[in-house]
C-alpha cells in the first residue's frame, strides 16, 4: 500500500513537472546570457586650465545642474575685461569713421559747387572766343578745370564709398563692432565654461580628480550613470528570436538580488549579431569553420525598481519572457 501510494506521489510529481517543463518551453523563453546597462555620459572639462574646487565624491548621487567641479577662472576674467575693452574701442572708431563720412560728405559738395563753377567759366569763354573777345586757349584752360574738377568729385565719391564700409548700416552694427562683441562674447562663454554642471541626475562613478590637477578640453574626467535608465541586454540565441516581440512582458533576475524579481519588457532587438559590430568580427570565409548559433542582443527595459534593489552596471540577470 505503501508503495503503490508512493508510485502514485511519484507519477504526480513527474507529470507536474513535465508541465511545468513543457509550459516553460512552449511559453516561455529565457537566457542568462544578459547583463544589465545603462545611460552614462561622460564628463570633461570645456576649457583648459587647473582645478580649484570638487563639489562632488565618487559614487555620489547628484541631481541636474548641481555643480561638479571648477577651473580656475581668473585668465577668463581677465580675457572677458580685454573683449570689453575691445568692444568700447571698436564702438569709438566706428563713431570716428562716421565723422569722416560727414567730412568727406561736404568735400563732395564743395567739389561739386568748383566742378560747376568750372563749367559755367569754360561757357563763357566759349561764348567769349565765338565772338573774338579771347584767343582759343581761353577755352582749352577752361576745359582743363572742368576736367580736374570732375576727377576731384570722382575721387571725394571713391572716399565715401570706402569710408562708409567701415561704419553700420542703418539699424545695424559696424563690422568692428560686431567682430569685437563676438570675441565678447566668446570669453564670457569660456567663463562660464569653467563651472561644469551635471548634464543629469545620476551617479558619479569611475572618478580620480582632483582639486590641484590640471585638465584639457575633451579630456574625459569621470563619468554620470544617469538615473531610472537601466536596461537589460539580453543576448539570445539566433534561433531563440522567433516569437519574440518588443512590448512582450520579462520577468528579471539579477544574480546580486537572488530573492527579488524585476518587472520588464522587450524594448528592442538587435538587427545584428553581438559579433557582426566586433572590432575584428569572424571572418567565416576561413576553410576551418564550424557553424555556431549566433547571438542577438534584446534590449529588455525595467518598468519600474525599488531603490532598495538599485540594478548595477555589468551585473549579471536573467532574463525569462512570457510568449503570447
Known amino acids: 500500500m505503501i508503495n503503490r501510494i508512493f508510485f502514485l506521489l511519484l507519477l504526480a510529481a513527474l ?5 511545468v517543463y513543457w509550459e516553460r518551453s512552449t511559453h516561455v523563453r ?13 564628463i570633461s572639462a570645456l576649457v583648459s586650465g587647473r582645478i580649484v574646487e570638487m563639489h562632488v565624491k565618487d559614487n555620489q548621487f547628484v541631481k541636474k545642474g548641481n555643480p561638479l567641479f571648477e577651473v580656475d577662472p581668473a585668465p577668463y576674467r581677465v580675457n572677458v575685461e580685454k573683449a570689453r575693452a575691445q568692444v568700447a574701442l571698436a564702438r569709438q572708431g566706428s563713431t570716428q569713421d562716421g565723422a569722416e563720412v560727414r567730412a568727406l560728405e561736404a568735400e563732395l559738395t564743395r567739389q561739386n559747387s568748383e566742378l560747376e563753377n568750372a563749367e559755367v567759366s569754360r561757357a563763357r569763354a566759349e561764348n567769349l572766343v565765338a565772338k573774338g573777345f579771347l584767343a582759343r586757349q581761353a577755352v582749352d584752360d577752361a576745359q582743363s578745370k572742368v576736367n580736374s574738377g ?4 570722382e575721387q571725394a565719391r571713391a572716399r565715401i564709398d570706402k569710408a562708409r564700409v567701415l561704419i553700420a548700416p542703418v539699424n545695424s552694427q559696424s563690422p568692428a563692432v560686431a567682430a569685437a562683441q563676438a570675441t565678447l562674447a566668446q570669453a564670457q562663454l569660456d567663463l562660464d565654461r569653467t563651472r561644469v554642471s551635471a548634464p543629469q541626475s545620476g551617479w558619479v562613478v569611475n572618478k580620480s580628480l582632483t582639486a590641484g ?30 516569437g519574440l516581440i518588443p512590448g512582450m512582458p520579462v520577468e528579471i533576475h539579477i544574480d546580486m538580488y537572488p530573492d527579488h524579481r524585476f518587472a520588464g519588457h522587450i524594448e528592442s532587438i538587435g538587427n545584428g549579431t ?6 575584428l568580427p569572424p571572418q567565416n570565409a576561413t576553410g576551418n569553420w564550424v557553424k555556431v548559433a549566433q547571438r542577438v ?3 529588455i527595459r525595467f518598468d519600474d ?16 519572457v512570457r510568449l503570447n
Open 213 to 242: 590637477t590640471t585638465v584639457n578640453p575633451g579630456q574625459i574626467l569621470f563619468a554620470i550613470i544617469a538615473d531610472r535608465s537601466f536596461w537589460i541586454d539580453a543576448n539570445f540565441k539566433e534561433t531563440e528570436l522567433p
Open 150 to 153: 570732375r576727377a576731384a568729385v
Open 297 to 299: 542582443p534584446v534590449r
Open 305 to 320: 525598481y525599488d531603490p532598495a534593489f538599485m540594478p548595477r552596471v555589468g551585473a549579471t540577470a536573467t532574463v525569462a
Open 30 to 42: 529565457s537566457t542568462d546570457n544578459a547583463y544589465v546597462n545603462a545611460e552614462v555620459a561622460q
Open 15 to 19: 507529470g507536474a513537472g513535465s508541465y
Open 274 to 279: 553581438g559579433t557582426a559590430f566586433s572590432l
